[in-house]
């Protein structure tokens, strides 16, 4: 527990520390590893964001809280989403991270319009050309944006990449500039403005983030060392 809320203070005090605008940053305790007695060790820190990349453990987590009379979590979706999925974490999800193809963009509308809802989501981007990587290639996010601007029950608010597991730090941060640039990009050519996240950064990495623009920083191993 001491640990847990020693961790994240840190995580807290970095985010003042590296960031261009603290203020800004949105920290998601990701909560993948471990089950619902630490999370509760989280939630017992302020922190009420999690996030997770398996649909059925994110639905039955957030159904757990439910229960227990918790509405004031925060359920982010950050893993790579299988279409057939989406109906899991549709009437509750507050931001899907992840979005990498037209196929699964529409299927999210479609659930979100089942539930009355307009889903946020990200276009995760595949910057370092990695085909390990899930993330849309930037030509192929050209060809497909015309249509995904056409469903209504989505509502595109920003940007999602993962940089590569390497120690060089240059390569790492030009993978997170050039994320914003292609937020910037995108803003002035098509989006007039209305992307305004970058989740970006992770334990290894996320100092470097937050320098370079991170709104979003999903950290998770960092919180349990
Ligand atoms: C697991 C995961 C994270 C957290 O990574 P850590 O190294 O544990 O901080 C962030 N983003 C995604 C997409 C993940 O799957």
Redesign the pocket.
Known sequence: MSNIKNNIEEIQKDIKDYSIYPEKVKFIA?T?YVDAEVMNSILDCGVKVF?E?KAQVIKEKYEKYLSEGRKDIEWHF??NLQKNKVKYIAPFVKLIHSVNKLSLAQEIDKRALQNNRVIDVLLEINIAGEESKEGYELEELYKELPQLLELKNINIIGLMT?APFVDDETLVRGVFRRLREIKDELNKKTFNGKLTELSMG???DYKIALEEGATII?????IYQ
């Open positions: 990701v993948k996030g990349n950050i893993g993962m992770m334990t290894n999903r950290v998770g191993r960092k």
